[in-house]
């Protein structure tokens, strides 16, 4: 046989096989975010990461063609987003350095630059030319010739010449009393006024302050926390939502009743208040937040569009400005992630698994009532909406094709910025992953996404990956993920079949997308860890699969899919032969403040002894004695989400069982890894151990 012959041979071999691509071409495509409309929707902007360096991207009516406006090319781990447009639509203010998941916390500085890092506000002419620095700080927000920022949880107010978008005047910082934190800056309609909210600890006060008068006003003051102010049409009034004090210590959202929240309105010339609407007791007596800035919206005839738990699952309702009965406008076994109003005031926009529980789909409403109706569907996922000059614009993706930013333009749509996709991003050589469910170990129904290989033969047996989402407030979805982490997460699970591995990602209790008691589950994380059930049922799926080896079944995930890894590696040794574990919790007694009885605990005494016993009891360091697999730990050092000690301490522990471990550990780098190289050199770290200890 020729060479060529034997070439080409080799090459259907490896095609039938399963097609082949490397992980940098899995993670090559750029990730966009903080998508943001101006004024009138005549523009559009976003942030996009190429390679690890973040930039802003514009695009501008009618024909909404991408530009980029900024120009950095290193992968620093230097974030960037909170992007906002001027009332005008001519700029663009944005914050660049710092953790954007954590604005104000000391800056990351993962590339270890040893002159140091900021996080500094910039603002940036649309029609182009270099960003301006205004001052180090973050959280802007920009009004006709002014912009606030905070630093240090305090306000300050640059004053603006928007025509050359740079500071005409120096700043003015607000001083309020020592040890508040401010946040959620707003400007009023007419750009003379700023609310904020002024948290003190144990209460939180919503603030406005007047330019011209240079004067503080608090609004309806009181002994509970307010939060997420929205102003009124006519600058008047502003609604807020308010949380209740209670003698209830639990510490995050209940499966059952608590205090119930409310939404009021203040009078911003007196500061006096009234109710407009509270929640029932009950379902949904505990706020729950969109996945989006605006929690309130107030719309041009004059209704407050919030979203509410009531019948357990989270949706959007809408009650007039002067109060009355709440009417639902989502109703239905779905729940709302994004939303946002129409340009106009009239409409709401939001993306929900509506119809198709595993996906993101856009619908709009009314925000007087009425039904909603779809602006996509299919098999894609989109999210993010938002209204532009003769359509919607969004973000979204599919099994095959990576997160884009679009708009749909009468019924047309057209991604902004395609050339950003690499021309060798394997599009072709993806898997389109199938929607499975399953029975956990204790019979509750389990969601997930399989991931089979290509070129697969019958009677062949696969070893097999099961991926551990985060959060544990999160969802895997059918296609490249609207998240950044687990965008990357995807990528390695298509890597992971392209080598021959059945991967299966499970959505696992806790998580959201299913409903209120799926999420709020009873004894799930530190209060039982009923989530193993999920994973150890996951492991029989797989084993019980004629495609499986049963013999070569790993798990892999981060932060609280690394708590399930390491939970399932210590207890279940037998079934999960190896696993990797990014950042994971280890003792939940490192994680949470010990105040009494822990969410979805059934009967828990408030004794703080009896409280960090049940929390250890449920944490992996706990079934260390048992632990006989290979693990590989992976953890950026200067982690804000979950203690670095956790790795620290589980290192010990398995050490001291003479366990495998093995560790790659990230100087200075954060829970989400800044950086593309440490997502690289962490996934092929990962690819590496599983192919030593499931394949060889």
Same mark, same amino acid.
């Given at each position: 046989?020729?060479?060529a012959?034997?070439?080409?041979f080799?090459?259907?071999?490896?095609?039938?096989?399963?097609?082949?691509?490397?992980?940098?071409?899995?993670?090559?495509a750029?990730?966009?975010?903080?998508?943001?409309?101006?004024?009138?929707?005549?523009?559009i902007?976003?942030?996009?990461?190429?390679?690890?360096?973040r930039?802003?991207w514009?695009a501008?009516?009618?024909?909404?063609?991408?530009?980029?406006?900024?120009?950095?090319?290193?992968d620093?781990?230097?974030?960037?987003?909170e992007?906002?447009?001027t009332?005008?639509?001519?700029?663009?203010?944005?914050?660049?350095?710092g953790?954007?998941?954590?604005?104000?916390?000391?800056?990351p500085n993962?590339?270890?630059?040893?002159?140091?890092?900021?996080?500094?506000?910039?603002?940036?002419?649309?029609?182009?030319?270099?960003?301006?620095?205004?001052?180090?700080g973050?959280?802007?927000?920009?009004?006709?010739?002014?912009l606030?920022?905070?630093?240090?949880?305090?306000v300050?107010?640059a004053?603006?010449?928007l025509?050359?978008s740079? /500071? *005409?005047?120096?700043?003015?910082?607000?001083?309020t +009393?020592?040890?508040?934190?401010?946040?959620? $800056?707003? %400007? =009023?309609? @007419?750009?003379?006024?700023?609310?904020f909210?002024?948290?003190?600890?144990?209460h939180?006060?919503?603030?406005?302050?007047?330019l011209?008068?240079?004067?503080?006003?608090?609004?309806?003051p009181?002994?509970?926390?307010?939060?997420?102010?929205?102003?009124?049409?006519?600058?008047?009034?502003?609604?807020?939502i308010?949380e209740?004090?209670?003698?209830?210590?639990?510490?995050?959202?209940?499966?059952?009743?608590?205090?119930?929240?409310?939404?009021?309105?203040?009078?911003?010339?007196?500061?006096?208040?009234?109710?407009?609407? /509270? *929640?029932?007791?009950?379902?949904?007596?505990?706020? +729950?937040?969109?996945?989006?800035?605006?929690? $309130?919206? %107030? =719309?041009? @005839?004059?209704r407050?569009?919030?979203?509410?738990?009531?019948?357990?699952?989270?949706?959007?309702?809408?009650?007039?400005?002067?109060?009355?009965?709440?009417?639902?406008?989502?109703?239905?076994?779905?729940?709302?992630?994004?939303?946002?109003?129409?340009?106009?005031g009239k409409?709401m926009?939001?993306?929900?698994?509506?119809?198709?529980i595993?996906?993101?789909?856009?619908?709009?409403?009314?925000?007087?009532g009425g039904?909603?109706?779809?602006?996509?569907s299919?098999?894609?996922?989109?999210?993010?909406?938002?209204?532009?000059?003769?359509?919607?614009?969004?973000?979204?993706?599919?099994?095959?094709?990576?997160?884009?930013?679009?708009?749909?333009?009468?019924?047309?749509?057209?991604?902004?910025?395609?050339?950003?996709?690499?021309?060798?991003?394997?599009?072709d050589?993806?898997?389109?992953?199938?929607?499975?469910?399953?029975s956990?170990?204790?019979?509750?129904?389990?969601?997930g996404?399989?991931?089979?290989?290509?070129?697969?033969?019958?009677?062949?047996?696969?070893?097999?990956?099961?991926?551990?989402?985060?959060?544990?407030?999160r969802?895997?979805?059918?296609?490249?993920?609207?998240?950044e982490?687990y965008?990357?997460?995807?990528?390695?699970?298509q890597?992971?079949?392209?080598?021959g591995?059945?991967?299966?990602?499970?959505?696992?209790?806790?998580?959201?997308?299913?409903?209120?008691?799926?999420?709020?589950?009873?004894?799930?994380?530190?209060?039982?860890?009923?989530?193993?059930?999920d994973?150890?049922?996951?492991?029989?799926?797989?084993?019980?699969?004629?495609?499986?080896?049963g013999t070569?079944?790993?798990?892999?995930?981060?932060?609280?899919?690394?708590?399930?890894?390491?939970?399932?590696?210590?207890?279940?040794?037998?079934?999960?032969?190896?696993?990797?574990?990014?950042?994971?919790?280890?003792?939940?007694n490192?994680?949470?403040?010990?105040e009494?009885?822990?969410?979805?605990?059934?009967?828990?005494?408030?004794?703080?002894?009896?409280?960090?016993?049940?929390?250890?009891?449920?944490?992996?360091l706990n079934?260390?004695k048992?632990?006989?697999?290979?693990?590989?730990?992976?953890?950026?050092?200067?982690?804000?989400?979950?203690?670095?000690?956790?790795?620290?301490?589980?290192?010990?522990?398995?050490?001291?069982q003479?366990v495998?471990?093995?560790?790659?550990?990230l100087?200075?780098?954060?829970?989400?890894?800044?950086?593309?190289?440490?997502?690289?050199?962490?996934?092929?770290?990962?690819?590496?151990?599983?192919?030593?200890k499931?394949?060889?």
């Amino acid at each position: 046989m020729s060479l060529a012959r034997v070439c080409a041979f080799l090459a259907v071999a490896t095609l039938a096989s399963g097609a082949t691509f490397t992980l940098e071409q899995a993670l090559s495509a750029p990730f966009p975010s903080d998508l943001i409309s101006a004024p009138g929707g005549a523009a559009i902007a976003w942030v996009l990461n190429e390679h690890g360096a973040r930039n802003v991207w514009y695009a501008a009516a009618p024909d909404f063609k991408g530009v980029r406006l900024t120009s950095w090319k290193a992968d620093d781990g230097q974030d960037l987003g909170e992007l906002h447009f001027t009332p005008d639509g001519k700029s663009i203010e944005f914050v660049r350095g710092g953790d954007q998941e954590f604005p104000g916390k000391a800056d990351p500085n993962p590339a270890s630059n040893p002159a140091g890092v900021e996080e500094d506000v910039y603002i940036l002419a649309a029609s182009g030319g270099a960003p301006r620095k205004i001052a180090v700080g973050y959280s802007p927000a920009v009004s006709n010739g002014h912009l606030a920022y905070l630093n240090g949880g305090h306000v300050s107010i640059a004053s603006l010449d928007l025509r050359m978008s740079i /500071r *005409a005047e120096p700043d003015t910082p607000i001083h309020t +009393r020592s040890g508040e934190s401010a946040s959620e $800056l707003r %400007w =009023s309609p @007419d750009g003379t006024k700023l609310a904020f909210v002024s948290d003190r600890g144990n209460h939180a006060f919503l603030a406005v302050y007047d330019l011209a008068a240079k004067s503080i006003t608090y609004l309806d003051p009181s002994v509970d926390h307010d939060h997420d102010p929205v102003w009124s049409p006519d600058g008047k009034q502003i609604a807020f939502i308010r949380e209740f004090q209670t003698t209830d210590k639990k510490t995050g959202p209940h499966r059952t009743s608590s205090e119930p929240w409310a939404i009021r309105a203040a009078n911003v010339a007196d500061g006096s208040g009234h109710q407009i609407w /509270r *929640a029932d007791k009950g379902s949904g007596s505990v706020f +729950r937040i969109l996945a989006t800035e605006n929690q $309130l919206f %107030w =719309s041009s @005839d004059n209704r407050i569009v919030f979203p509410w738990e009531k019948d357990g699952w989270l949706h959007l309702y809408s009650v007039a400005a002067g109060g009355g009965t709440a009417a639902a406008l989502t109703p239905g076994n779905f729940e709302v992630e994004n939303a946002s109003l129409s340009d106009d005031g009239k409409e709401m926009l939001f993306s929900s698994n509506q119809n198709d529980i595993d996906r993101r789909h856009i619908w709009r409403v009314a925000a007087s009532g009425g039904p909603a109706r779809p602006v996509t569907s299919g098999e894609g996922l989109e999210w993010s909406p938002l209204t532009v000059s003769g359509g919607v614009a969004y973000l979204h993706s599919d099994a095959r094709r990576p997160a884009r930013a679009a708009v749909r333009l009468n019924a047309t749509e057209h991604d902004l910025a395609p050339e950003t996709i690499p021309s060798d991003f394997p599009t072709d050589s993806l898997v389109i992953p199938q929607q499975v469910t399953y029975s956990s170990a204790d019979g509750t129904s389990i969601h997930g996404q399989l991931f089979l290989p290509a070129g697969t033969h019958a009677g062949e047996k696969h070893p097999a990956a099961i991926f551990l989402h985060g959060g544990s407030r999160r969802q895997m979805l059918l296609g490249w993920h609207n998240r950044e982490y687990y965008n990357h997460a995807y990528a390695m699970n298509q890597y992971l079949a392209s080598q021959g591995y059945i991967v299966l990602a499970i959505n696992y209790r806790s998580g959201i997308g299913y409903g209120l008691n799926f999420r709020e589950a009873l004894n799930y994380g530190p209060s039982g860890a009923s989530e193993f059930a999920d994973v150890e049922g996951a492991g029989l799926y797989l084993k019980n699969r004629a495609d499986v080896d049963g013999t070569r079944i790993g798990l892999w995930g981060g932060s609280y899919g690394g708590y399930l890894t390491a939970l399932g590696l210590a207890k279940r040794s037998d079934l999960f032969k190896a696993g990797v574990d990014f950042h994971g919790v280890h003792d939940w007694n490192l994680e949470r403040p010990i105040e009494g009885p822990i969410p979805g605990s059934a009967a828990v005494e408030a004794d703080h002894e009896n409280t960090a016993h049940l929390m250890f009891s449920s944490s992996p360091l706990n079934f260390v004695k048992t632990w006989k697999s290979p693990v590989l730990l992976i953890a950026g050092d200067d982690d804000r989400n979950v203690a670095f000690e956790n790795t620290v301490e589980l290192a010990a522990a398995l050490r001291a069982q003479d366990v495998d471990f093995e560790q790659l550990i990230l100087p200075d780098e954060i829970h989400e890894f800044l950086r593309e190289a440490s997502w690289l050199k962490a996934y092929k770290a990962t690819a590496n151990f599983l192919e030593r200890k499931l394949r060889k």
